[in-house]
């Protein structure tokens, strides 16, 4: 992120209304190649590609909050790669990780990562250290350690549904799966603040949170959840689930989150008074029926109403509910960022 707009989230966060109102998205795979004209293989396979891509988004938005930015991934392949799922690649479209394991009874089977050797954590790592002279000298600095959450990583190892039912059926070996991903985590931050010392926040992303139940949420998400927060006293701690976000939203403050990306079948008002007046909102226009499929002049006159839809726009980054989709043109962002702007 640009050093001006890490300073003004920090500001948002705090509870100051800037001058002109933030705008903010999250970019990365589903959406970069393709809006920058390459493959998606391309992107992950070239850091030439990746950076130009990243610098071309950065530059024809230069007042747009991009977060993490310059967000080094390889898509839900990124953390199951490190426990050894065999991934497959498509040349437009998102790889793929495979399960590890068709039972929980088998958690035994599965040995936890090290993020310094094990599967692309390597190669992401590597891909930001020799990029990175060319972000700080474009006025960047890398500023989030990342990862998937605890939830979402155990659906890919295990499988969606497999793992809904473990934690019904066999919570014991559920919590043992779920501590082994937690540490993993743990490590894997570190190792992104060790290794970039600008780092000063946490991205976390695990839309499973938004499938299960309260009981669920406070025995299986918030305990790891608020572990993983803590893995380094991080400025920004950013938590993304941008399904069913009504369960999660009243454990956020406990887990630590200070912003909070979400559904946008959910209000911004109903997830400020769920979530309490300190917690920055990060949403909440439709991102793919609207941003991506919908007129500029339909996203113009929906983004005007998602910003008359609450009062205090204290604590709020304006934004789609969730991550930038496939195929949204740059008239359309255009047309975002002038609805934020002539509300009047």
């Known amino acids: 992120m ?14 100051e209304l800037l001058p002109e109102t933030p705008v903010a998205f999250i970019i990365d795979s589903p959406w970069l190649p393709g809006w920058h004209g390459i493959s998606t293989l391309n992107y992950y396979s070239s850091e030439k590609l990746w950076m130009e891509a990243n610098l071309h988004a950065e530059k024809t ?8 930015g ?14 050894g799922a065999r991934m497959i690649w498509h040349e437009m479209d998102l790889p793929f990780a495979e399960t590890l394991i068709n039972d929980i009874s088998q958690v035994n089977n599965i040995k936890e990562p090290n993020p310094k050797t094990d599967g692309l954590l390597p190669f ?23 990862a998937r959450g605890p939830l979402n990583i155990a659906s890919f190892l295990l499988g969606s549904s497999e793992f809904m039912m ?21 490590s894997w ?9 600008s780092i000063d926040g946490i991205l976390i992303l695990d839309d499973i949170v938004g499938f299960v139940g309260d009981d669920e949420c406070s025995n299986f998400a918030a305990p790891y959840l608020k572990r993983i927060f803590s893995s380094f006293d991080a400025r920004v701690n950013f938590f993304h689930n941008d399904a069913q976000g009504l369960v999660s939203t009243p454990y956020l403050k406990e887990m ?15 997830i400020r008074d769920l979530a309490g007046e300190d917690i920055t909102l990060l ?32 604590h709020i980054l304006w934004s789609v509910g969730g991550g930038m989709p496939p195929g949204v043109s740059t008239d359309n962002i255009m047309a975002f960022i002038r609805g934020t702007r002539n509300v009047l």
Not at 134 to 144: N, P
């Open 124 to 146: 992401i790592i590597q891909r930001l250290v020799n990029c990175q002279p060319e972000i700080q000298k474009a006025g960047y600095e890398i500023k989030f350690a990342i």
């Open 189 to 197: 931050l570190e190792y992104q603040k060790e290794t970039f010392p």
């Open 283 to 314: 949403g909440n226009l439709p991102p793919r029926d609207v941003l991506a499929a919908g007129t500029p002049e339909q996203v113009y006159e929906d983004t005007k109403k998602m910003y008359r839809s609450i009062e205090d726009k204290r």
């Open 256 to 270: 630590g989150v200070n912003l909070f990306n979400f559904s946008y079948e959910h209000s911004l008002q109903e």
């Open 2 to 15: 640009k050093t001006s707009h890490w300073n003004n989230l920090l500001k948002i966060i705090d509870g």
């Open 61 to 68: 938005f230069p007042d747009v909050m991009f977060m993490p």
């Open 70 to 83: 310059f967000w080094s991934e390889f898509a839900m392949c990124t953390e199951p790669s490190a426990f």
């Open 166 to 186: 473990a934690m019904m059926m066999d919570p014991d070996n559920t919590h043992k799966l779920l501590e082994k991903i937690t540490r993993f985590t743990i």
